[in-house]
């Protein structure tokens, strides 16, 4: 009836269908004879094909475990695919000609690189080492760290001794005469570390850039004059602007260049050598708030518009950094004596030297009061140098040139190119002016438990992530931070200039309205009576002239 | 940061160059335990350190056996002595978010509003006192800001369980390289805002028991976290960029992760001009 013959022992559902029930029944009446049906079930399956020598309950079991290990979409749909799979895989060796590549994780060559900072140099003898333990411009970086970390600043000692060894390696590749860790930038993608450099004296690098533009102004003008006469063309009105002069930026060696920088990413990558500061970009760096992604030559999108990438900016920050924030102990630095003493050094003076007497004071009285630290790097001015400069002063040449050409330039400066002072070198910090209510550094001691070998600390208000310490005759500066100035007003972008007028207006131009025909006419009349009155006048006096020559 | 992994920890955020020094780390280590055990804290976190103008504040968190509970919040002048600092509520974010500049350095100082507005004026004229904040409210508001908004955990870090009571998994071995340079691996460890508005199929991709909280990838504005590979590419270093200061560290396929907040305690407004 169902096309199930009567079960035979070996096949599935023997033992299931009893008489009287039917196999569809759930229950079966006796369970010995369940069980033992289960086992005949199970020994079916378990039977070995003849042609394959797989077993059905093996090559269940196989594919369930795949299906439920990779839970694909859809099982039942490719289930059949599944089967031929797991079939499939019977066949193919554990061993795979291709094999998964050891992963080389980027931290492994980023350990190569740090690994070669620890190897010594080639070539180097034992007559260099004690040459070099002599005198090295190396600074003892791991001192300078211990100390402010009296103070709870300061990276982790792995990257200080990295740091120490990469600027070992820094002073073996360039001539350098003294050389100080700056300090450490931090960026969006990567960070920047900081060494201030000097060179030896007459070992600098000449300029392999084109020195800045030369100033436009007069020769513009007398240029476009002349074209304008040898053509007769019509063309548009050339525009008389004339851009603002370039300051020229200070030399290297002196004010805002005084010290060379060179940063890298990470100790172990390249030094690269910072271009010298323009007065350009200090200013404008005044004026935006920029993170560093870096990358030293990402561009520096902003308003106003950067002259420069993201070298140049950086250069710009660390200057004004330096300028707001490298102090030292009152003493330890003094003016170099000059014979002359009379003379006045125009900017104020801009070099100074150890102070052989130094007595240091007590850190009691370095954290108590700020007049006992001092400025020794010079401030710059608005105009974005250090020692003023008058722009529109000629040198020989421009005045020659110029007296071919008729000046056009005012002799008295404009507003804002007004002779700028700022404080001279060495000034104590008490004058720094604060900000709203905050005073302009906070000084404390690094420990009020044992003040006898506590260290003095300052940290910068203005420029946040700026610190000093001093402890008897050692002292140092850093930092470490993001490169911005604190404002507690919040950044303010520049607004764009006004729209400059494109022409005077005048009597010349301004629209009047037309008269009207009455008023036309009347003005007619009006100066008919006046010519009539006239002729009446001219005759009587010619009348009366011919009476006179008559007489 | 763990109490327990302090030393390791300070290490690993060295890198934006503020710490603590040997002084406090060593006191930390014994006035946190104590912290434990007087409060009866499941675990204690160090927080940080807000900087003030004259002193710092260092703050503790202390967290019962929901970590996602409200938690209990202790500051100290010198590590040794801590305070507990009182629950914050929505009105004293509120008048926090009025007021500018650093702060102080003394608790009790009380902070004059600038700027005057209509309810202001109601409140003099009823009572006849102008509107101060004390230093200790203000602290906490913010505090509670900065954890709002950029304190974060890794994912899978932490669990929530069929009850509700988010505990830590014991099974996080850490996030791999790839998926920790990534910031969909992060977490805001706060009320989820976002996690109601994904669509229902992204949500059918999510594990329950880990995937609780928002992500870090839709902060606004885009771009306010760094994420760096320090110390030779083995420590992930995440750093905010709204509230400048606070340094998150992970150290891939271990246990190890904690953020800490060394900073003037001041959102960075000019974000926007700035990235």
Known sequence: ERGHGPYQPHEPGYGLYQPGYSPYDDQIPDPKSRTLAIQNAKAYLLKSSTTSGLNLYDHLANMLTKILDEQPRNAVDIIENISKDVKWAHFQKKMDTLRDEHEILPTFEAAEKRKALFLKANGEGDEELEEEIGETPLPNVMETAFYFEQAGIGLSKDESYHIFLALKKLISVQPIQTCRFWGKILGLEMNYIIAEVQYHEGEEEEETEEEAVTEEGGKGVGEVEDEEEEKEKDEPPKSTYKPPPVIPKEENGTGANKYVYFVCNEPGKPWVKLPPVTPAQIVCARKIKKFFTGRLDAPVVSFPPFPGNEANYLRAQIARISAGTQISPIGFYQFAEEEDEEEEVEGGRDTYEENPDFQPLSVAEMVDSLSAWVHNVQSILKQGRCVWLNPLQKTEEEEENEEEEKAEEPDELPQELQQGIGPPLLTPLSEDEGIQNMPAWTAQPSTNLIPQYAVAVLQSNRWPGAYAFASGKKFDNIYFGWGHKYSPENHAPALPPPVQAEYPSGPEITEMRDPTVEEELAFKAAREEALAAAEEEEDEEGAEEDEEEDD | ?275
Not at chain 2, 3 to 19: H, R, T, Y
Not at chain 2, 235 to 262: A, N
Request: aromatic share 10%; charged share 25%.
């Open chain 2, 1 to 275: 940061m763990e109490a327990s992994s302090l030393p390791a920890a300070l290490e690993l955020v060295a890198g934006g160059g503020a710490g603590l020094s040997p002084e406090k780390r060593a006191v930390l280590g014994s006035s946190l335990l104590l912290l434990q055990r007087d409060y009866r804290f499941e675990r204690v976190w160090f927080w940080g350190c807000i900087q003030g103008v004259c002193g710092a504040y260092y703050i503790a968190e202390g967290l019962g056996p929901d970590r996602a509970a409200p938690r209990s919040r202790l500051y100290s002048l010198n590590c040794v002595e801590w305070s507990l600092l009182p629950p914050v509520t929505k009105e004293m974010v509120t008048q926090a978010g009025r007021l500018k500049g650093r702060f102080q350095g003394d608790p009790s100082f009380e902070y004059e509003y600038t700027e005057r507005n209509a309810e202001d004026a109601e409140r003099l004229f009823e009572d006849g006192k102008e509107p101060t904040m004390k230093e200790e409210a203000r602290l906490v508001a913010t505090i509670e800001q900065i954890d709002r908004a950029v304190g974060i955990i890794p994912r899978g870090a932490f669990v929530k369980t069929p009850l509700g009571s988010v505990s830590e998994n014991r099974n996080f071995e850490g996030l791999s390289l790839t998926e920790a340079k990534r910031l969909s691996s992060y977490f805001h460890f706060t009320e989820p805002v976002n996690l109601k508005n994904k669509t229902l199929l992204e949500k059918a991709d999510l594990d329950p028991s880990t995937d609780f909280l928002d992500s870090l990838e839709h902060d606004i504005p885009q771009g306010s976290w760094t994420v760096q590979l320090e110390k030779g590419g083995t420590v992930v270093v995440l750093r905010s960029l709204l509230w400048l200061g606070l340094t998150f560290y992970h150290v891939p396929m271990t246990k190890q992760y904690g953020y800490v907040y060394f900073g003037n305690g001041e959102k960075n407004l000019d974000l926007p001009f700035m990235l």
